[in-house]
């Protein structure tokens, strides 16, 4: 079993949707979780990240953690095809060296 | 541009042939990263410097396979006998040393091994 779960997808939704990416993990020590956004053949990008459980928003998007459920969520409002990409979730423990990633989502936005 | 170098973009080669990579980080950042990304999986780590200390390595990264970070500047990852299994992105990414932890890596835009 892999330490982070994620949904591949593909995951396609019509423009202004709201769009939700999931992914759950079984290591109880991680505490750092972030979200990184891919475009084809390009480096992943940090979207966000967050240390806490609860809510995280900036601007369209909205980070959850669920710590007791070992469960985090990033949601996208109004998205636009620009939006269209792979997202990734990753984690670290704490002082951690080093992200574990999950197998990305990709994500479809239709015009 | 100032953001993390990788050279080659896309590398072909045969079975059995040694390949290298070259990461040129973030200036000034201590801290660089290889991570290996295969067809609809994410990142998989393989390795960590700081300055020129390797401090980390993957059991991913078998005996043929060997990274280096002289003068904690740029780094290079060598693939030796190559075998088809190594045909993925492999990624840089650096981060500085000091600074918010939010965990941020910045990647490169990566480099792609087709292993025929």
């Known amino acids: 079993q892999k330490e982070v779960e994620q949904d591949p997808g593909p995951l396609s939704v019509p423009e202004g949707a709201i769009v939700s990416l999931n992914c759950t993990y079984s290591?109880?020590?991680?505490?750092?979780f972030m979200w990184y956004r891919q475009y084809s053949r390009k480096g992943p990008e940090l979207l966000m990240y967050?240390?806490?459980?609860g809510n995280k928003e900036d601007g369209r998007f909205t980070a959850q953690v669920d710590k007791s459920s070992k469960y985090i969520s990033l949601f996208i409002r109004d998205s636009q095809p620009s939006d269209s990409a792979t997202y990734l979730c990753?984690?670290?423990?704490?002082?951690?060296?080093?992200?574990?990633f999950g197998a990305g989502t990709i994500l479809r936005v239709k015009s | 541009d100032t953001g993390v170098s990788q050279n080659p973009r896309h590398k072909i080669t045969k079975r059995g042939q040694n390949v290298t990579f070259r990461c040129d980080p973030i200036?000034?950042?201590?801290?660089l990263y290889w991570y290996r990304q295969t067809l609809g999986q994410g990142p998989e780590f393989l390795t960590y410097?700081?300055?020129?200390?390797?401090?980390?390595k993957s059991r991913l990264l078998s005996d043929r396979f060997s990274a280096e970070r002289p003068k904690g500047s740029f780094s290079t990852l060598e693939i030796q006998r190559t075998e088809q299994g190594d045909s993925a992105m492999y990624l840089c990414?650096?981060?500085?040393?000091?600074?918010?932890?939010?965990?941020?890596?910045?990647f490169g835009e990566g480099s792609r091994l087709t292993v025929l």
């Open positions: 200036s000034e950042h201590n801290r």
């Open positions: 290591n109880s020590a991680f505490q750092y």
């Open positions: 967050t240390y806490s459980s």
């Open positions: 410097f700081q300055n020129e200390a390797q401090l980390e």
């Open positions: 990753a984690m670290s423990v704490l002082y951690g060296n080093k992200l574990v």
């Open positions: 990414a650096s981060k500085p040393l000091r600074g918010p932890n939010t965990g941020e890596l910045f």
